[in-house]
C-alpha cells in the first residue's frame, strides 16, 4: 500500500522522499469513485512508515498535533515528502507537496508526537 519511491535523501534529522502515486494503488479504490482522491489516513500511514523506518526507529504514534490538508491529491500525481525529527520534542513534522512543471504546491502538513 506504499507508493512508488522514486528519490530517498537522508541528512541529519531530515528524510525528503520523491513519491510517485499510481492511479491503480489501493488507497484511490473507492474514495470517490467520480473524482479519485488520496485519503487523508494514506498520508499519515506513509509519515509514520518512512518517519520511523528512517529517523524515528522503536517509537510509536501518540498524537496528532496540528495537521493541514490543503490541496487533493489525484491519481499519477508526483508528491514531495520532507520529514523532519525532533529528539527532545519526540515530534515528527512533515509536509508533502505537489510537484509540476510548474514547480510544487503544498499538499499537507502536520506533526505526530511519538513515545
Same mark, same amino acid.
Given at each position: ?31 470517490? /469513485? $467520480?473524482? @479519485? ?7 499519515? &500511514? #506513509? ?5 520511523? !523506518? ?17 490541496? /487533493? $491529491?489525484? @491519481? ?7 520529514? &523532519? #525529527? ?5 515530534? !515528527? ?23
Amino acid at each position: 500500500m506504499l507508493p512508488i519511491e522514486r528519490s530517498r535523501q537522508l541528512q541529519d534529522k531530515r528524510a525528503t522522499l520523491t513519491l510517485y502515486l499510481a492511479a491503480d494503488l489501493f488507497w484511490f479504490q473507492g474514495h470517490f /469513485p $467520480v473524482l @479519485p482522491v488520496l485519503p487523508g489516513v494514506a498520508q499519515i &500511514d #506513509w509519515v509514520m512508515h518512512y518517519g520511523v !523506518l528512517l529517523l524515528a526507529p522503536g517509537k510509536q504514534f501518540v498524537a496528532i498535533e496540528n495537521i493541514k490538508f490543503q490541496q /487533493p $491529491v489525484a @491519481p499519477d500525481s508526483l508528491l514531495q515528502l520532507t520529514l &523532519d #525529527w525532533d529528539d527532545i520534542k519526540s515530534r !515528527l513534522s512533515f509536509h508533502y507537496s505537489l510537484l509540476h512543471d510548474g514547480g510544487e504546491t503544498r499538499a499537507s502538513s502536520g506533526k505526530i508526537q511519538l513515545c
